[in-house]
């Protein structure tokens, strides 16, 4: 195993990083988050729509391939981990995908004619909340999904798990 590896999301992944390194993806995406805050304070609305929609697809992309791949291996193979049940990861996923869809809302009204101050300081709002909920998922993940899933499974199997988790910010 060398130091070759894919391009995920600007970042190379190596085999040798493991699993853990998978979760680099949440810094990503906090940085395409914070763009997008960037811009609503500068009220370059649209900028901050397509920063918002770059996350939005980034995020979803960054759920299904654990929902689909990594999940199922969690829970057919860890131990019973405090904070750690599969069900919670996938209802924590649920809710993500349930504030984006506010978010989306929240973005949809700022593009209205007359719309201003008051309506990006409720997307502000609702963002602030989001941001700290999908900051305690990632933890979760970084703390307890990626280490036990590294403890699971052997370097086989974490170089097919390589190959299957294709998703990149820059490759959708």
Not at 32 to 43: D, N, P
Not at 81 to 95: A, I, M, S, T
């Amino acid at each position: 195993m060398g130091n070759e590896g894919e391009r995920s999301g600007g970042v190379a992944r190596s085999t040798e990083e493991g699993l853990l390194g998978l979760t680099r993806i949440h810094e990503e995406l906090s940085e395409l988050f914070y763009g997008h805050q960037a811009e609503l304070l500068q009220r370059t609305y649209r900028k901050a729509w397509e920063l918002f929609l770059e996350f939005e697809k980034g995020l979803r992309g960054h759920i299904q391939e654990e929902e689909q791949i990594l999940l199922p291996l969690f829970r057919a193979r860890a131990s019973e981990l405090r904070g750690g049940d599969p069900d919670l990861f996938h209802l924590e996923h649920k809710k993500l995908l349930e504030w984006l869809g506010r978010l989306n809302l929240r973005l949809s009204r700022l593009q209205e004619p007359g719309a201003g101050t008051k309506e990006a300081l409720a997307l502000l709002d609702d963002e602030a909340q989001f941001k700290k909920f999908l900051e305690q998922h990632a933890l979760r993940e970084e703390r307890i999904l990626y280490p036990e899933l590294e403890r699971v499974v052997d370097e086989k199997e974490k170089a097919g798990l390589m190959r299957l988790l294709t998703f990149t910010l820059e490759g959708y």
